[in-house]
Structures are given as C-alpha cells and as structure tokens.
C-alpha cells in the first residue's frame, strides 16, 4: 500500500503493529516474529505502567537538531521543558557542520487556562511573525503538543494563511503526546512535516547559470554515486566520520540527514542514489515515501555497530553498486586491525556478563559487539518492538533462553530482571539509569555525542569504556551502600513480568 502524506503520521502500534509489551525469551520472541501476522504486537498492555516516554519530547530532540531554524513550541511552557538539557550537545554538533551557527532556538506559544477555553491560534500567528522577524530564520517549525490537538486548534491551516506572510518555510509537526505509547512514532511525525514542507520534487542546482553538456554529465555521475545516511539524533561527529572514511574509501559520496541539517538540504535530497538507514526503526516511513513518489531506493537493515553490524551494512550498500568485491577487501583489512587492536581488552572482559537496554536494532548489534570482547549477555530490554528487528534477531548467536524485555520506561520492571540475573556490567540510554545504578552495578551509557560508537572506531572506543568502568565501579557500589532502593522486597519476589497482559 502506497504511503500518502497525511495532516499526521498514524501512530506505529496501527501502522507496523509494533508493541511495548513482551516478556520472555529470545528463542519465543523469534517464534512470535515468525507468525504469517509478524508478531502483532499491539495486542499486549500493561496492568500497571511506571512512566513511558513521550513522543512530543522525542520530536523536539530530533528537531531542535536543525540548523537555520527556530522551533515554536506550541504548548504550556513546561513542555518543551525536557529539551533544555540537549542544548549544549546540539549546539556543539552544529558548529561542527557551520561554525558560525547559533544554538537552538526554541520558544513557546505559552498557553495558559484562559486558551484552554478560548483557542491557541492566536498566540501562535503572534509566535510566528515574531520568530520570522527576530531571527530571519530559513525554516519555522510549530511542534503540537497535547494540549492544541484536545483544543481543536487548526496549526496546518494557520501556518498555510501566513506563509505568504513570512520569508521562512513554515513546517507544521503534528507530535501530540498523547496519541501514542511509542515515542517512535515521533520519527514519522518530524518526517511527516518534512516531507509536506521541505522536501521538494524539482532539483534545483546552484552556481548553473548557463546550461552546460559537461556539467550535466559531472551532475548525473556524482548523483550516481551519492549515498544519503539518514543518521540519528544520539550520534557524534565522529561517528559521522567514521562512517564517511569507509564509504569513502568505497569511492561514495555522503549526505548526512536529517539531524543537524539546514532546510535547504532537504530539497537535495533527491540527487542521490541511494537512501541508507543507520536504524530502521527511525527512518522507514521517510525512505518508503522517497522510494515510491520519486523512485530513489533505500536500505534498512542491520545498524553499523561492532564488527558483524558494520560488516553488514557495509555489503548491503556494496551490493546495490554492485562492488562487493572491493567492500569485502575493506572489511577484511578493518577486521586485521581492530582484531589487534582489542586483544588487551577482550583479554580484561572475558566472561563478564552485560545487561543491554535501548532501542530494538541498537540492543542486539551492541549484544553481538559485546560478544565479540568475548562477554556473555545476561538479558535483553527494548523500547518497543516490531517487524524491523526480525532480520538482525535472526542472525543473532545469542542464547536462546536469554531473557528479553519490551518495555517503554518502566524501570520497576528492569529492577526486578536485575536483581534476578545479576550481570557485571549494564549498557542502557543516558538517563535511565538512575535507579538501576543504585543496584551497586556500573552503568555504561549506551551514546555519547562526544564518544564513537559506529563502526570499527567505535567498536574500540566502546572497549576501552567498558574495560575502565568495570575496572573501576567503585562510584555505583558507594551508591548501593548509601542510596535506598525505591522498591520494597516483595517486589523483588514477585515474577517480574507479572503485569504483562495480552
């Protein structure tokens, strides 16, 4: 069925059936994805839930990314809250790309009790000539959050009246919180506006005054060998980087979006070859819509994480400009030199057991790189789930009564698993671990703007993390001793998965 760009992405639990409810084992997670249904797993809930993320704050990340533009939050102040602590790391990121970029701009539309009763539109044409006359920026996005959508606030038409008005694109961000249990969905949402607004059919080519036959033909060949990687909000420069030394080395071209990109860039988006995820789960409604209204394919597949993730993604792309050969050459020299590089530290890892908790694509490569520092994974925990995951869990040598946990948030229940199988080592999100660390157990966060962790390069940085941290967790076993646990011990007897229903 053809994607149509409607006023709102649909909420992924109707779009891809995905779930944030599961427990059990690796071995029956791979027997529900094996179902002719492809697991459906939006039949699962929770009788008792302890926080889930929301996907207005989720959108917000990955726009306040953008460079050369102004971000209205239209809301009560306290929703763009959450963003405040991204700031700095945005800031750095963009002036990476442009050194004379400004910091994230952000305001609010502020609404108060009296626009609960009387309408937001009002403040937010103020909010928008005011962004445009401030600032001059090439792009003002609106991000939606609850409070507009259960007002009835009409933000499309509004930004539709006075785009003439402004010399600014106008991107209207459909984000409401409350229409979804996956903050996922809020990928498709900023997507969504992207494509309605930013993303545009006619390529334009700058500094072509007069047409020129040679310059046509130096234009079809780079496009020919241009990649776009889609990236993600939660990766580095370096990673960037590093990803672009090996398609590089493969003679492509690279793109970065949609993170830290200006609004101009997404109308080149169509002089390439080829659209390529670095994680399926953030860009399939965008390259899916790509792909059927103006014919550029796309892979999403495995993410470049550890040796066997990157090798993966690495051929994936080989094979569509149809150089395995030379791919295969590549890998096997970065293999020769990583191997080196990590005997001293699988040597200190050995046996140590991990407990991995993050996104569904991000937690089983970093399990397959943990295994390859010669460490055992002790459990599994995932923001959601749906069919993406199905290719990597496949060709995952992991055992198969490991457990597995599918859960937004819900740190009550990570707790529990903890306490249970007792791992040496847990790599999870910045910031959520707080109350795991308590355990007495070292936490390592699964990114780092200002660390690698993509490719072969990160495939070491994480090493060497790791190999600190456990050598080093005095800081978490002062916590347990100090820092009372929230969580009675009745708890901690209780089955852990007690709450999941079908």
């Known amino acids: 069925m053809k994607t149509k760009i409607e006023r709102a992405a649909p909420p992924r639990e109707e779009r891809l059936q995905a779930g944030t409810a599961f427990c059990g084992t690796c071995m029956q997670l791979r027997e529900r994805l094996g179902r002719k249904d492809g697991g459906c797993f939006n039949t699962a809930n929770r009788s008792f839930g302890q926080s889930f993320g929301c996907q207005f704050t989720l959108s917000l990340a990955m726009l306040n990314t953008l460079r050369n533009t102004v971000v209205i939050v239209h809301g009560p102040v306290g929703c763009g809250f959450w963003s405040i602590g991204g700031y700095g790391a945005g800031r750095n990121m963009k002036r990476l790309r442009d050194p004379a970029q400004n910091s994230t701009i952000q305001i609010s539309t502020n609404l108060d009790e009296n626009d609960v009763i009387s309408g937001g539109e009002k403040k937010l044409r103020e909010a928008v000539l005011f962004a445009d006359r401030e600032w001059r920026p090439e792009a003002i996005v609106v991000a939606s959050s609850c409070v507009p959508a259960l007002i009835g606030d009409d933000v499309d038409t509004i930004l539709s009246q006075l785009q003439g008005s402004v010399s600014a694109d106008l991107v209207s961000v459909n984000c409401e919180g409350f229409k979804t249990k996956l903050m996922a969905t809020a990928y498709d949402a900023v997507y969504n506006g992207i494509l309605k607004n930013l993303t545009k059919k006619k390529i334009e080519r700058e500094n072509l005054t007069v047409p020129d036959k040679l310059d046509d033909i130096v234009w079809e060949y780079n496009k020919a060998h241009t990649v776009n990687v889609l990236n993600v909000g939660s990766m ?10 090996l398609l590089n080395a493969l003679e492509l071209n690279v793109n970065f979006l949609p993170c830290f990109s200006s609004p101009k860039d ?7 070859a080829l659209n390529v995820s670095i994680c399926g789960t953030h860009d399939d409604y965008y390259v899916k819509y790509i ?5 550029i394919p796309y892979i999403i597949d495995s993410m470049p994480i550890g040796r066997k993730g990157t090798s993966r993604w690495l051929m994936n ?24 590089a990590l005997e001293p530290y699988r040597a200190a890892l050995k046996g140590k057991r991990a407990y991995v908790s993050g996104g569904e694509l991000r937690i089983f490569v970093t399990a397959e790189l943990v295994k390859d520092l ?3 994974i002790a459990g ?9 995951v199905k290719p990597v869990m496949d060709d995952l040598e992991i055992s198969g ?17 903890i306490r249970k199988i007792k791992p040496d080592v847990i790599l999870m999100h910045s910031g959520g671990g707080n109350i795991t660390a308590k355990h007495g157990l070292p936490v390592l966060p699964l990114f780092n703007p200002g660390n690698s962790y ?12 790791l190999k600190r941290l456990i050598s080093n967790s005095q800081f978490n076993r002062n916590m347990q001793k100090y820092r009372s646990l929230p969580y009675r011990k009745e708890w901690y007897d209780k089955e852990v998965f007690a709450y999941i229903k079908e």
């Open 236 to 245: 580095g420069r370096s990673d960037e980087l590093e990803l672009q030394r």
């Open 317 to 340: 792309i080989a094979r569509h400009f149809n150089i395995e050969e030379k791919a295969r050459l590549l890998i096997e020299k970065e293999d020769a030199a990583l191997d080196k």
């Open 374 to 376: 010669g460490m055992e």
């Open 291 to 295: 792909h059927e209204e103006y014919g």
């Open 454 to 465: 993509m490719a072969y390069a990160g495939a070491f940085d994480v090493a060497c993390r």
């Open 401 to 417: 009564d490991t457990y597995i946990d599918i859960a937004s948030q819900h740190p009550f229940e990570q707790a529990n698993l």
């Open 266 to 272: 997404f109308r080149r988006v169509l002089d390439a």
């Open 380 to 388: 599994l925990k995932s923001h959601h789930i749906d069919k993406f």
